[in-house]
């Protein structure tokens, strides 16, 4: 099974509006934390935003932030006000183990391809 | 900016050669990973170093290998090049080890790989 799913290939949306990329995501740790990462046509990941397993709260980052729906599995990411340079390929990724395992590494999903129209 | 740069940006060999990929992570950042990004598609974890070991390995044969150095810098040799070894080669950074971080990675541009 899919421990990552994106299910939207490409999105699109007008420019000053908000937008919501689907993930959803599958693990038996109950320690995890999911990340989202922007990837624009150079080649760097730039992370964006992060939620723990066990944060009461939604994280939020500027106009970032992560709808965290626990027993759905899902963590949603919200841009608000869209503007132009947010074009970009958009991952959704867990960590499974707590953040004092030493462990790093993620898994990914397939990615959504988000283009912001004027 | 991350502080994470890679060498080669670009690169291309034929099927059944050896390559190799650099790696100088943030500064301060202890722990190197290394990514396969093939087109159109997620990264994949390739392996993981902490204070120069090998700590965590993704489902990748032996002839991907890699060393981290004293300053924290990092190679992934590819041996005997397969076409599928076509992809974008991410290195990420992070500070690593037992400690209440959120564990983000920071990572590189990339080296790009192409197999003839």
């Known amino acids: 099974a899919q421990k990552i799913t994106q299910t939207q290939p490409g999105m699109f949306v007008q420019e000053k509006e908000a937008v919501t990329l689907d993930c959803t995501y599958d693990?038996?740790?109950?320690?995890?934390?999911l990340f989202w990462y922007k990837q624009p046509s150079s080649g760097e990941m730039i992370f964006l935003i992060y939620?723990?397993?066990?944060?009461?709260q939604n994280a939020t980052e500027g106009r970032y932030s992560l709808n965290f729906q626990k027993a759905r599995k899902s963590a949603n990411l919200v841009i608000s006000a869209s503007q132009l340079g947010d074009s970009a390929m958009y991952f959704c990724?867990?960590?499974?183990?707590?953040?004092?395992?030493?462990?790093?590494?993620?898994?990914f999903g397939s990615g959504t391809r988000l283009q912001v129209q004027p | 900016e991350t502080g994470v740069t890679q060498s080669p940006t670009h690169l291309i060999k034929t099927r059944g050669q050896q390559v190799t990929l650099r790696c100088s992570s943030q500064?301060?950042?202890?722990?190197v990973s290394w990514y396969q990004q093939a087109l159109g598609q997620g990264p994949q974890f390739i392996f993981q170093?902490?204070?120069?070991?090998?700590?965590g390995r993704g489902n990748f044969p032996p002839r991907f290998s890699g060393l981290q150095f004293p300053n924290y810098s990092s190679e992934l040799n590819v041996n005997a090049l397969e076409l599928d070894d076509s992809a974008l080669y991410l290195c990420?950074?992070?500070?690593?080890?037992?400690?209440?971080?959120?564990?983000?990675?920071?990572f590189g541009e990339g080296s790009r790989l192409t197999v003839l």
């Open positions: 170093y902490y204070r120069e070991e090998e700590n």
């Open positions: 990724a867990m960590r499974e183990g707590g953040e004092d395992t030493g462990r790093r590494a993620l898994t």
């Open positions: 500064s301060g950042h202890n722990t």
């Open positions: 939620q723990g397993s066990y944060d009461q």
């Open positions: 990420a950074s992070s500070s690593g080890g037992p400690g209440r971080t959120t564990g983000e990675l920071f």
């Open positions: 693990t038996s740790d109950p320690s995890y934390g």
